[in-house]
């Protein structure tokens, strides 16, 4: 996570270099690491995630440590970032979801393995 994060803050201050407008994600200053990462999470891996776990079965131990990532990430954000309680509230709400999502998996390939 780091790592990308880091790259899109360097194409960012080139960006920036150039007089160009800066991508939504590559300013340093605006962007949370942690806020980030549950969006990235939440709009893009947990989507794919599932429905890959619903084609391939076996695979659902990645959707619970997904679970545990956001719920991780979450608890980063909160600490880099101070959020009101409506703020944390939303997000509890998206990793309820997943997390709730996740486990359904788990319990369904568990039944079907019996």
Same mark, same amino acid.
Request: net charge neutral; hydrophobic share 40%; glycine share 6%.
């Given at each position: 996570?780091?790592?990308?994060?880091?790259?899109?803050f360097?194409q960012?201050?080139?960006?920036?270099?150039?007089?160009?407008p800066?991508?939504?994600?590559?300013?340093?200053?605006k962007?949370s690491?942690?806020?980030?990462?549950h969006?990235?999470?939440?709009?893009?891996?947990?989507?794919?995630?599932?429905a890959?776990i619903?084609?391939?079965p076996?695979?659902?131990?990645?959707?619970?440590?997904?679970?545990?990532?956001?719920?991780?990430?979450?608890?980063?954000?909160?600490d880099? !970032? @101070?959020?009101?309680? $409506? +703020?944390?509230r939303? *997000?509890?709400?998206?990793? !309820? @979801?997943i997390s709730? $999502? +996740?486990?359904g998996? *788990?319990?369904?390939?568990?039944t079907q393995?019996?």
């Amino acid at each position: 996570a780091h790592c990308v994060l880091d790259e899109f803050f360097d194409q960012g201050d080139e960006e920036k270099r150039l007089g160009i407008p800066v991508g939504m994600l590559n300013d340093r200053k605006k962007v949370s690491r942690p806020g980030s990462q549950h969006g990235f999470i939440n709009f893009l891996v947990a989507p794919l995630a599932m429905a890959s776990i619903k084609v391939f079965p076996e695979l659902h131990p990645l959707t619970t440590q997904m679970a545990k990532n956001i719920r991780l990430w979450r608890n980063h954000w909160i600490d880099d !970032a @101070a959020p009101d309680d $409506e +703020a944390i509230r939303k *997000r509890d709400a998206d990793v !309820a @979801a997943i997390s709730l $999502e +996740a486990e359904g998996l *788990r319990k369904r390939v568990s039944t079907q393995q019996l």
